[in-house]
C-alpha cells in the first residue's frame, strides 16, 4: 500500500509561484497513476493534475498553462509547480495515486482514461499541505 507524503505549501502574494512535492514510499511507479488535488474551505474536492506513467499530464482548465505536474521515477517523488498563483488557488493541496488493475499496468495513456481528475478513482491520499495566496 502506497504511503504519500506533501511538502512544500506556504503563503505567497499573487503572482508568486510554489513547488509542492508529494514523496511516495517505495512502490514500482507504472502500477499507479498520480494526480494533484485541492480542496477549498467549503468547497468540494477537485482535481488539479495528473500524470501517466509515460509521461502525458493533464489539467484543470484553472491552471492550464501556470501550473506542471511531474515526477522522478528515481526518488518516488511527485511534484507540482505552481506559477502565477492567484487567490483563488488558495487551498489545501493533496497528493493522491490510484492503483491500476494488472490488466492495464504500463498500457500509453491509460491514468486518463481510467481515473483522470476523479476524486472518487483514486484510492491513496496524503495529509495535504496548505497553500495561501494573498491578493
Known amino acids: 500500500q502506497v504511503q504519500l507524503v506533501e511538502s512544500g505549501g506556504g503563503s505567497v502574494q499573487a503572482g508568486g509561484s510554489l513547488r509542492l512535492s508529494c514523496a511516495a514510499s517505495?512502490?514500482?511507479?507504472?502500477?499507479?497513476?498520480m494526480g494533484w488535488f485541492r480542496q477549498a474551505p467549503g468547497k468540494e474536492r477537485e482535481g488539479v493534475a495528473g500524470?501517466?506513467?509515460?509521461?502525458?499530464?493533464s489539467y484543470a482548465d484553472s491552471v492550464k498553462g501556470r501550473f506542471t505536474i511531474s515526477k522522478d521515477n528515481a526518488k518516488n517523488t511527485l511534484y507540482l509547480q505552481m506559477n502565477s498563483l492567484k487567490p483563488e488557488d488558495t487551498a489545501m493541496y493533496y497528493c493522491?495515486?490510484?492503483?491500476?488493475?494488472?490488466?492495464?499496468?504500463?498500457?500509453?495513456?491509460?491514468?486518463?482514461?481510467?481515473?483522470?481528475?476523479?476524486?472518487?478513482?483514486?484510492?491513496?491520499w496524503g495529509q495535504g499541505t496548505q497553500v495561501t495566496v494573498s491578493s
Open positions: 493522491a495515486a490510484h492503483k491500476l488493475s494488472p490488466q492495464y499496468v504500463s498500457l500509453p495513456g491509460v491514468c486518463t482514461v481510467v481515473a483522470g481528475l476523479s476524486v472518487q478513482e483514486y484510492n491513496y
Open positions: 517505495e512502490y514500482p511507479y507504472n502500477t499507479y497513476c
Open positions: 500524470i501517466d506513467d509515460d509521461g502525458r499530464t
